[in-house]
C-alpha cells in the first residue's frame, strides 16, 4: 500500500518538472529569445582627431551587414578603401581607430594616435572605392564593394575633428541550443509521469477487488513491479538519450566551427598584395575627370585647366601645343582624350608608390586608339595623365591581364629578352641612325612607320638644308619609364625620349629657316646664328620573353613639339 502513494507523487513531481522544462524550452524561443541585433556605441570620452578609421574586421564581426549611424555637425564623408590605402592617406595624421566592440557589447572601441593635428580634404582622392557624402547625420550598410578587406575612412574636411557620435547595430547570435532539448526533455517527463501515474492507479485498482489469492496477488504485483521498472527504466533511456543530444546541440551550436586551414592567399596582406590598384568602377571615375579636365584645356587653350589632371609629358606637350594654336589657326591640336569606348585598361597589381596604369580608349576624335598612362605619384595625390599614345596602324595591343598585372623596374631583365632600360635605349638609337645595332632588333614597315618616318624627315631635312649643318639626337627620359608584365611573360615599355634637333649656318650670313610652329616659340623665323628645336616622343615598346627570337614591336608612338631657340 505504501508504494502506490509514492509512485503517485512520483508521477506529479514529473509532470511538474517536466512542464517546467517544457516551458522553459518554449521560454527560450519567445519571451527570453535573444534580440536579432546589438548596438554598440563610441565613448564620449575620446580624444578629438580630424580623421576616424573604422577597422575591416568590425565588418566580420558578426557575419550579416553591420549598419552605421553617425551624427556630426556640419558637413563630413565616409569613405570605402582598401587597409593599405587608408593607412597611407592617414600618414603620420592624428586619428581614432574603431577596432572592436568591448565584452558587454555596448560599446566600441577606440584607440587613438597622435599626430597631426590637421590633414588635406579627403574628398575626391582616387584611392576611395565609393564615398557617402552627408550634412548632420548619416546611416550607412556597410557591404563590401569587392572581395577582400575593406576599411572606412571618416572625415570632416581634414581641418575640424571627425564626428564623434557613431554607433555600429551589429547581426546578433539569435540561435537557442537549448530550446529543442528542453522542450523534448520536458515533453519525455510529463509523458513519463503520465505513464507512472496509469501504473499506480491500475496497481490500486487491482489491490482494492480482493480477486485470488494472496500467491496471484503476489505474483500480480511482482509482474506489475517488473512492468513498471521497465516503463520507467525505457522513460529514463529515452530522457537520457535527449539531454545527451540536447548537450550535443549545444556544443556544436556554441562551440566555433573548425576553421580551414589558413593560406598565404586568404590573409589581408596577401589580398591586399595580390589586389589591383584599382577596380574598374574607380578606372572609369577617374578616366572621366580626366577626360573632362583635358576637354576643358584643349577648349580654352588654357594649360591651367589641366592642372588637376594632367602632368608629365603630356601637360608640357599640350601647354606649348595651346601656345602655338593661339598663334598659328592651322597648327594640329593634339589628340582628344575620351573615356568613352574604352577598349581595356591595364592596372598594376604593386601597391608601392608611384603607381602607373593604363587605359586603351578609342571615343570621337581618335582615328586610331590610344594609350593613356597615368601615374599617382603619391598616396594624397590623384592619378594625372602623363602621356598619350596612339597605336601603329595595324599594331594588335599585347594581351595583358585585366585582374592587376606586375610592373618592373626599368633595369630588371627578369624573364626578358631586353629591359625597359635597354629596350628604350635601343629605338633611341634606331630613331638616330640608319646604322643602327637594333636595326633588325625592331619590328618596322607598314606595322611600325614611325621609325621610318622618323628616319625619312631626318634623311630630307639634311637634304634640304643647303645652307645648314643639322643634327639629330633621340635620348630617353629615365624617370618616364614604366614597363607592365604581359600575359605571355613579355613586357610592354612605355616612356618618354627627347627628340633634338640642331641646326647651325654653313657659312657667315646664311640663313636658317623654321617653320611658323616653331616660329612661335622662338619668337622669330629666320635665324643666322643657328637654332634648337625640342620634341617630346611618346612610345610604347612590346619585348618579348627570354628565349624568343621575335624582334621588339614599336606599339604606339607620337610627338610633340616642346621648345624652339635660337642660339
Same mark, same amino acid.
Given at each position: 500500500?505504501?508504494?502506490?502513494?509514492?509512485?503517485?507523487?512520483?508521477?506529479?513531481?514529473?509532470?511538474?518538472?517536466?512542464?517546467?522544462?517544457?516551458?522553459?524550452?518554449?521560454?527560450?524561443?519567445?519571451?527570453?529569445?535573444?534580440?536579432?541585433?546589438?548596438?554598440?556605441?563610441?565613448?564620449?570620452?575620446?580624444?578629438?582627431?580630424?580623421?576616424?578609421?573604422?577597422?575591416?574586421?568590425?565588418?566580420?564581426?558578426?557575419?550579416?551587414?553591420?549598419?552605421?549611424?553617425?551624427?556630426?555637425?556640419?558637413?563630413?564623408?565616409?569613405?570605402?578603401?582598401?587597409?593599405?590605402?587608408?593607412?597611407?592617406?592617414?600618414?603620420?595624421?592624428?586619428?581614432?581607430?574603431?577596432?572592436?566592440?568591448?565584452?558587454?557589447?555596448?560599446?566600441?572601441?577606440?584607440?587613438?594616435?597622435?599626430?597631426?593635428?590637421?590633414?588635406?580634404?579627403?574628398?575626391?582622392?582616387?584611392?576611395?572605392?565609393?564615398?557617402?557624402?552627408?550634412?548632420?547625420?548619416?546611416?550607412? &550598410?556597410? /557591404?563590401? !564593394? +569587392?572581395?577582400?578587406?575593406?576599411?572606412?575612412?571618416? $572625415? @570632416?574636411?581634414?581641418? =575640424?575633428? %571627425?564626428?564623434?557620435?557613431?554607433?555600429?547595430?551589429?547581426?546578433?547570435?539569435?540561435?537557442?541550443?537549448?530550446?529543442?532539448?528542453?522542450?523534448?526533455?520536458?515533453?519525455?517527463?510529463?509523458?513519463?509521469?503520465?505513464?507512472?501515474?496509469?501504473?499506480?492507479?491500475?496497481?490500486?485498482?487491482?489491490?482494492?477487488?480482493?480477486?485470488?489469492?494472496?500467491?496471484?496477488?503476489?505474483?500480480?504485483?511482482?509482474?506489475?513491479?517488473?512492468?513498471?521498472?521497465?516503463?520507467?527504466?525505457?522513460?529514463?533511456?529515452?530522457?537520457?538519450?535527449?539531454?545527451?543530444?540536447?548537450?550535443?546541440?549545444?556544443? &556544436?551550436? /556554441?562551440? !566555433? +566551427?573548425?576553421?580551414?586551414?589558413?593560406?598565404?592567399? $586568404? @590573409?589581408?596582406?596577401? =589580398?591586399? %598584395?595580390?589586389?589591383?590598384?584599382?577596380?574598374?568602377?574607380?578606372?572609369?571615375?577617374?578616366?572621366?575627370?580626366?577626360?573632362?579636365?583635358?576637354?576643358?584645356?584643349?577648349?580654352?587653350?588654357?594649360?591651367?585647366?589641366?592642372?588637376?589632371?594632367?602632368?608629365?609629358?603630356?601637360?608640357?606637350?599640350?601647354?606649348?601645343?595651346?601656345?602655338?594654336?593661339?598663334?598659328?589657326?592651322?597648327?594640329?591640336?593634339?589628340?582628344?582624350?575620351?573615356?568613352?569606348?574604352?577598349?581595356?585598361?591595364?592596372?598594376?597589381?604593386?601597391?608601392?608608390?608611384?603607381?602607373?596604369?593604363?587605359?586603351?580608349?578609342?571615343?570621337?576624335?581618335?582615328?586610331?586608339?590610344?594609350?593613356?598612362?597615368?601615374?599617382? $605619384? @603619391?598616396?594624397?595625390?590623384?592619378?594625372?595623365?602623363?602621356?598619350?599614345?596612339?597605336?601603329?596602324?595595324?599594331?594588335?595591343?599585347?594581351?595583358?591581364?585585366?585582374?592587376?598585372?606586375?610592373?618592373?623596374?626599368?633595369?630588371?631583365?627578369?624573364?626578358?629578352?631586353?629591359?625597359?632600360?635597354?629596350?628604350?635605349?635601343?629605338?633611341?638609337?634606331?630613331?638616330?641612325?640608319?646604322?643602327?645595332?637594333?636595326?633588325?632588333?625592331?619590328?618596322?614597315?607598314?606595322?611600325?612607320?614611325?621609325?621610318?618616318?622618323?628616319?625619312?624627315?631626318?634623311?630630307?631635312?639634311?637634304?634640304?638644308?643647303?645652307?645648314?649643318?643639322?643634327?639629330?639626337?633621340?635620348?630617353?627620359?629615365?624617370?618616364?619609364?614604366?614597363?607592365?608584365?604581359?600575359?605571355?611573360?613579355?613586357?610592354?615599355?612605355?616612356?618618354?625620349?627627347?627628340?633634338?634637333?640642331?641646326?647651325?649656318?654653313?657659312?657667315?650670313?646664311?640663313?636658317?629657316?623654321?617653320?611658323?610652329?616653331?616660329?612661335?616659340?622662338?619668337?622669330?623665323?629666320?635665324?643666322?646664328?643657328?637654332?634648337?628645336?625640342?620634341?617630346?616622343?611618346?612610345?610604347?615598346?612590346?619585348?618579348?620573353?627570354?628565349?624568343?627570337?621575335?624582334?621588339?614591336?614599336?606599339?604606339?608612338?607620337?610627338?610633340?613639339?616642346?621648345?624652339?631657340?635660337?642660339?
Amino acid at each position: 500500500m505504501i508504494g502506490v502513494p509514492l509512485r503517485l507523487k512520483t508521477a506529479v513531481a514529473l509532470v511538474l518538472l517536466g512542464l517546467l522544462t517544457l516551458l522553459a524550452g518554449i521560454g527560450q524561443r519567445t519571451i527570453w529569445a535573444p534580440s536579432e541585433t546589438f548596438t554598440a556605441s563610441a565613448p564620449a570620452d575620446v580624444a578629438g582627431a580630424p580623421i576616424t578609421v573604422i577597422d575591416q574586421d568590425l565588418r566580420t564581426l558578426h557575419g550579416g551587414t553591420v549598419k552605421i549611424d553617425i551624427e556630426g555637425d556640419g558637413n563630413f564623408m565616409l569613405a570605402a578603401g582598401r587597409p593599405d590605402d587608408v593607412e597611407a592617406w592617414v600618414g603620420q595624421a592624428a586619428h581614432n581607430t574603431i577596432t572592436g566592440v568591448s565584452e558587454d557589447e555596448k560599446s566600441l572601441q577606440v584607440e587613438h594616435a597622435d599626430g597631426e593635428a590637421t590633414a588635406p580634404n579627403p574628398a575626391g582622392s582616387d584611392l576611395w572605392v565609393s564615398t557617402e557624402n552627408a550634412s548632420g547625420e548619416l546611416e550607412y &550598410s556597410w /557591404t563590401p !564593394p +569587392a572581395d577582400g578587406d575593406w576599411t572606412l575612412l571618416l $572625415a @570632416s574636411d581634414g581641418t =575640424q575633428p %571627425a564626428p564623434a557620435s557613431i554607433s555600429m547595430t551589429f547581426p546578433n547570435d539569435t540561435s537557442t541550443p537549448w530550446a529543442v532539448p528542453l522542450m523534448v526533455l520536458g515533453s519525455l517527463l510529463v509523458i513519463g509521469g503520465i505513464v507512472l501515474a496509469l501504473l499506480s492507479a491500475r496497481r490500486r485498482n487491482g489491490e482494492g477487488g480482493g480477486e485470488g489469492s494472496g500467491f496471484a496477488r503476489r505474483a500480480r504485483a511482482r509482474s506489475e513491479a517488473k512492468s513498471s521498472s521497465r516503463v520507467t527504466m525505457a522513460a529514463a533511456g529515452v530522457v537520457a538519450a535527449a539531454v545527451v543530444a540536447g548537450t550535443g546541440v549545444a556544443a &556544436s551550436a /556554441t562551440s !566555433p +566551427a573548425p576553421s580551414p586551414e589558413p593560406s598565404a592567399s $586568404a @590573409s589581408p596582406a596577401a =589580398q591586399e %598584395a595580390g589586389s589591383p590598384v584599382l577596380l574598374d568602377a574607380q578606372f572609369r571615375r577617374i578616366l572621366e575627370q580626366v577626360s573632362s579636365a583635358v576637354d576643358a584645356g584643349d577648349a580654352a587653350k588654357d594649360a591651367a585647366k589641366l592642372a588637376e589632371r594632367v602632368g608629365g609629358t603630356e601637360l608640357e606637350v599640350r601647354t606649348q601645343n595651346y601656345k602655338i594654336r593661339s598663334q598659328v589657326g592651322s597648327y594640329e591640336p593634339r589628340m582628344p582624350v575620351r573615356s568613352t569606348k574604352l577598349l581595356t585598361t591595364v592596372v598594376t597589381s604593386d601597391r608601392e608608390w608611384p603607381r602607373s596604369v593604363m587605359a586603351v580608349t578609342q571615343g570621337e576624335g581618335n582615328v586610331v586608339p590610344q594609350l593613356l598612362t597615368l601615374v599617382q $605619384a @603619391s598616396p594624397r595625390e590623384n592619378y594625372k595623365l602623363v602621356e598619350t599614345n596612339p597605336l601603329q596602324p595595324g599594331t594588335t595591343f599585347p594581351t595583358i591581364s585585366r585582374d592587376g598585372t606586375e610592373t618592373l623596374a626599368p633595369a630588371d631583365k627578369t624573364g626578358l629578352l631586353y629591359s625597359g632600360e635597354e629596350a628604350l635605349s635601343g629605338l633611341a638609337d634606331r630613331l638616330t641612325s640608319e646604322d643602327s645595332a637594333f636595326k633588325d632588333k625592331l619590328v618596322e614597315g607598314e606595322s611600325s612607320p614611325y621609325i621610318a618616318d622618323t628616319l625619312s624627315y631626318q634623311a630630307e631635312v639634311v637634304k634640304a638644308g643647303e645652307n645648314g649643318n643639322f643634327s639629330f639626337t633621340h635620348k630617353v627620359v629615365p624617370e618616364s619609364t614604366v614597363v607592365f608584365r604581359t600575359a605571355d611573360g613579355g613586357a610592354l615599355v612605355l616612356g618618354r625620349i627627347n627628340f633634338g634637333f640642331e641646326g647651325t649656318p654653313k657659312a657667315a650670313g646664311d640663313k636658317l629657316t623654321i617653320g611658323d610652329d616653331a616660329a612661335a616659340l622662338a619668337g622669330g623665323k629666320e635665324t643666322t646664328t643657328g637654332m634648337v628645336l625640342s620634341f617630346a616622343e611618346s612610345v610604347a615598346v612590346y619585348v618579348p620573353p627570354a628565349g624568343s627570337t621575335d624582334p621588339m614591336k614599336l606599339v604606339a608612338a607620337t610627338r610633340g613639339l616642346t621648345g624652339a631657340s635660337f642660339k
